[in-house]
C-alpha cells in the first residue's frame, strides 16, 4: 500500500520547486514517484509546474547554432577541397598500373591526367562545391532582392506594354 502524502511532504515539495530543481531531482529526494511529486505540485493554489518549456529552447538555440557553426565549417572545408582538386586537373601526374604477362607495375609520368581522370576530378569539384553551397548558401544581400524588384516591375511594364499595342491594334486609340 503507497505511503500517504505528508504536511512534510509537500512543504519539501515546495522548497525543493523553489529551489529549482526538476519533478524527477524532487522525486529522487522524498523517495516518492515522479506522479506522486506531481499530484503534491498540482494540489497548492496555485498548483507548481515543472514547465521546462524556456531551458528546453534555450537548449534548441544553442543547438541549432552550434550545428549551424559546424555546417558552416564543413562547408569551408569542402570549398578547399574543392581548390585542391581542382588544381589537380593541369598539374603533372604519375600513372601506375600492372602489366605484362607477369603483373609488373609500370608508371607513366605525364604532364596532366588522363582525360576520364579529368573527368572524374571535375565531378569531384561540382560535388564539394554543391554540397558547400547547400550547406552554407551564399548569400545574395540586399542587392540581390533589389534587382529582382527591378525584374519584377521590369516584366509588369512589359506586359502593360503589350496589352497597350493589343489595344491600340484593336482601335482603342485611332489617333496614334
Do not use: Y
Not at 604477362?101 to 604532364?111: A, F, Y
Not at 548558401?137 to 506594354?161: K, N, T
Amino acid at each position: 500500500m503507497a505511503r500517504p502524502i505528508t504536511d512534510s511532504d509537500r512543504c519539501q515539495v515546495r522548497e525543493l520547486h523553489a529551489a529549482g530543481k526538476s519533478r524527477n531531482e524532487i522525486a529522487r529526494t522524498l523517495k516518492r514517484s515522479p506522479s506522486t511529486v506531481s499530484k503534491i505540485a498540482g494540489s497548492f493554489d496555485p498548483p507548481l509546474s515543472f514547465d521546462r518549456a524556456e531551458q528546453v529552447e534555450a537548449a534548441t538555440r544553442t543547438r541549432s547554432a552550434d550545428l549551424a557553426a559546424r555546417r558552416a565549417a564543413l562547408a569551408l572545408d569542402l570549398q578547399a577541397d574543392a581548390e585542391r582538386l581542382r588544381a589537380q586537373l593541369w598539374a603533372p601526374t604519375v600513372h601506375g598500373e600492372f602489366a605484362g604477362r607477369e603483373g609488373e607495375w609500370h608508371e607513366t609520368h605525364l604532364p596532366q591526367p588522363r582525360f576520364g581522370d579529368q573527368r572524374a576530378i571535375i565531378a569531384s569539384v561540382q560535388t564539394a562545391v554543391g554540397t558547400s553551397l547547400r550547406l552554407a548558401p551564399a548569400e545574395g544581400g540586399e542587392d540581390a532582392a533589389q534587382v529582382r524588384s527591378m525584374l519584377g516591375a521590369l516584366g509588369e511594364a512589359l506586359v502593360e506594354a503589350a496589352h497597350d499595342d493589343r489595344a491600340h491594334d484593336d482601335g482603342g486609340d485611332a489617333g496614334g
